[in-house]
T-cell receptor
């Protein structure tokens, strides 16, 4: 049973560029949430997707957008990258109505 | 004030010691509560859910005090492998948006 997978594992971008991160949920899960974890801090909720729609959003600007596909996989897009976007981006999957979320290994983004 | 607050530590304890972590949350309407464990440069992993009646899983005991908006985690007989950051997590609404504390770092030494 495959767990949550994310790609790429590491990424280096420069300010102003755009990035796309990908996530495949655990088998049987239909809900994907994205979190940003800056160094030394706890993860912060970005948004959650279910049935291909954004259902909840945290306090992140519109530069952060996402998508969920019919197979439940998801993408996180960040436009106009800032140095402060450097962080570990975590994807978590769950089954709608069940609170437990399982995290993927994350994508480490460095913006220079 | 942060929504979920934890002492960042580090807590340095010898093997075999008992250690307790506390966490406070600001939203009295919060629905559910968890402790996650995060190893260095790894993803958070669910350690245990926290119930109003308290719950125990082996050497780990979690308690919830809704009146004081306070959650605790007790680790007995600490092992070297318990060294990690422990994240207090609160689901503040029914929508499954998790709010994390900043984490408490535990270092267990021989």
């Amino acid at each position: 049973d495959a767990g949550v997978t994310q790609s790429p594992t590491h990424l280096i971008k420069t300010r102003g560029q755009q990035v796309t991160l990908r996530c495949s949920p655990k088998s049987g899960h239909d809900t994907v949430s994205w979190y940003q974890q800056a160094l030394g801090q706890g993860p912060q909720f970005i948004f959650q997707y279910y049935e291909e729609e954004e259902r909840q959003r945290g306090n992140f600007p519109d530069r952060f957008s996402g998508h969920q596909f019919p197979n439940y996989s998801s993408e996180l897009n960040v436009n106009a990258l800032l140095l402060g976007d450097s962080a570990l981006y975590l994807c978590a999957s769950s089954l709608r109505g069940v609170e437990t979320q399982y995290f993927g290994p994350g994508t480490r983004l460095l913006v220079l | 004030r942060k929504e979920v607050e934890q002492d960042p530590g580090p807590f340095n304890v010898p093997e075999g010691a008992t250690v307790a972590f506390n966490c406070t949350y600001s939203n009295s309407a919060s629905q559910s509560f968890f402790w996650y464990r995060q190893d260095c440069r790894k993803e958070p992993k669910l350690l245990m859910s926290v119930y109003s009646s308290g719950n125990e899983d082996g050497r780990f005991t979690a308690q919830l005090n809704r009146a004081s908006q306070y959650i605790s985690l007790l680790i007995r007989d600490s092992k070297l492998s318990d060294s990690a950051t422990y994240l207090c997590v609160v689901n503040m609404d029914a929508g499954n948006m998790l709010t994390f504390g900043g984490g408490t770092r535990l270092m267990v030494k021989p």
